[in-house]
């Protein structure tokens, strides 16, 4: 299967973000920006390699680069679909929330401190969509207001399940 149907399968569609694929290579590189509309990263990320926790270029699935001392965050494309903005820590979760009309950021990480003062000073309501567990209840502590996904994550949900778990806010 390409890239291009892989990421399809997982409900995005790359025409619709700054994303290259290198098809011989099996990989997807998404561009990360800052609130200046400058690039300040990217996220790799290769379906066939194996889930490793350390950010590894050559063998993990995902691999993140952030500029140093910038922020640097996926779904700012959908900064002004609606008041609230929603966190969250991986792409396709952030992407699963774009497709049903919300703004929505992924923060990369369950523990987004270096956009703490970022958040606070946006002048908007902040709704985080957690994983479950201690990285979930991190996230969480950055938001107005909070939903934990039970057994799995928004990116792996069935839309019916997505539309549950937003229902909590």
């Known amino acids: 299967m390409s890239i291009a149907q892989h990421l399809l399968d997982r409900h995005t569609d790359a025409s619709r973000y700054s994303v290259i694929i290198d098809e011989p290579a099996g990989v997807a590189?998404?561009?990360?920006?800052?609130?200046?509309?400058?690039?300040?990263?990217?996220?790799?990320?290769?379906?066939?390699?194996?889930?490793?926790?350390?950010?590894d270029q050559q063998r993990g699935r995902y691999f993140t680069y952030k500029s140093t001392g910038r922020h640097a965050v996926f779904g700012l494309e959908s900064w002004r679909w609606s008041r609230p903005l929603y966190i969250v820590e991986g792409i396709f979760d952030c992407v699963r929330l774009h497709n049903i009309g919300y703004s929505a950021i992924a923060t990369l990480s369950n523990d987004p401190k270096q956009l703490a003062e970022w958040l606070w000073t946006?002048?908007?309501?902040?709704?985080?969509?957690?994983?479950?567990?201690?990285?979930?209840?991190?996230?969480?502590?950055?938001?107005?207001?909070h939903v934990t996904c039970d057994g799995g994550d928004l990116g792996s949900m069935t839309n019916d399940e997505v539309a549950r778990t937003l229902a909590a806010f």
Not at 34 to 45: K, N, R, T
Not at 122 to 144: M, Q, T, W
């Open 29 to 55: 590189t998404f561009l990360l920006f800052d609130l200046s509309g400058a690039v300040s990263g990217y996220q790799q990320y290769r379906p066939a390699a194996e889930k490793v926790r350390k950010n």
């Open 122 to 145: 946006i002048n908007r309501p902040i709704y985080a969509v957690c994983d479950s567990g201690d990285g979930g209840e991190k996230l969480a502590s950055f938001a107005h207001r």
